[in-house]
Nanobody, 120 residues
Framework: QVQLVESGGGLVRSGGSLRLSCAAS????????LNWYRQAPGKERELVAG???????SYGDSVKDRFSISRDNAKNTVTLQMNRLTPDDTAVYYC??????????????WGQGTQVTVSS
């Protein structure tokens, strides 16, 4: 079992920045990838960014040039630096962890979510 706790959401003006953090505990040594998803009202949850244990990153098209994800394997944390925020970034942001089981992606876990609101 892996527990995830997010922090860092809030209200920011358009063009501003926020940093989200997620701390993993429990069976965190088995985590393969740590990811951030978001869900805006009336929309489906979408992948924002992800990072594997080896440091390979991936980003959603809408955030590629503005957000940066980083991971500290020693501390079992993942951070999402969000720059040049727009009202379209307003959503609940969720931390997600995927375990590796016998070499394949296995169970995944979710944090409780943190609200990010960008005012125009």
């Amino acid at each position: 079992q892996v527990q995830l706790v997010e922090s860092g959401g809030g209200l920011v003006r358009s063009g501003g920045s926020l940093r989200l953090s997620c701390a993993a505990s429990g069976s965190s040594s088995s985590i393969y990838s740590l990811n951030w998803y978001r869900q805006a009202p009336g929309k489906e949850r979408e992948l924002v960014a992800g990072v594997t244990k080896s440091g390979t990153t991936s980003y959603g098209d809408s955030v590629k040039d503005r957000f940066s994800i980083s991971r500290d394997n020693a501390k079992n944390t993942v951070t999402l630096q969000m720059n040049r925020l727009t009202p379209d970034d307003t959503a609940v942001y969720y931390c997600n962890a995927v375990e590796l089981v016998v070499g394949f992606p296995g169970p995944e876990y979710w944090g409780q979510g943190t609200q990010v609101t960008v005012s125009s």
